[in-house]
């Protein structure tokens, strides 16, 4: 998945089981372990509102870092 603002509206505009079920989906192919992390995915307003205020620059490191993930890096 390559994150963008298109993308993260998509993640906005999802009801709540459709969007804890794609970020814990997403979280599992990217290899992260959610629960290293204080997200709690039963929290959708929460985390619509984190998604909303990303800015250009949030959204790049974090596909920086999922990239360097999937190429084996850390």
Not at 27 to 37: K, L, S
Request: hydrophobic fraction near 45%; aromatic fraction near 2%; proline fraction near 0%.
């Amino acid at each position: 998945m390559q994150l963008d603002k298109k993308a993260l509206d998509t993640l906005i505009a999802l009801d709540d089981a459709q969007l804890k079920f794609v970020i814990s989906r997403l979280a599992v192919n990217a290899g992260i372990d959610i629960g290293q992390f204080n997200l709690n995915t039963n929290d959708a307003k929460k985390i619509r509102e984190v998604l909303s205020n990303l800015t250009d620059a949030d959204i790049a490191l974090a596909q920086s870092q999922i990239d360097a993930r999937r190429r084996g890096q850390k």
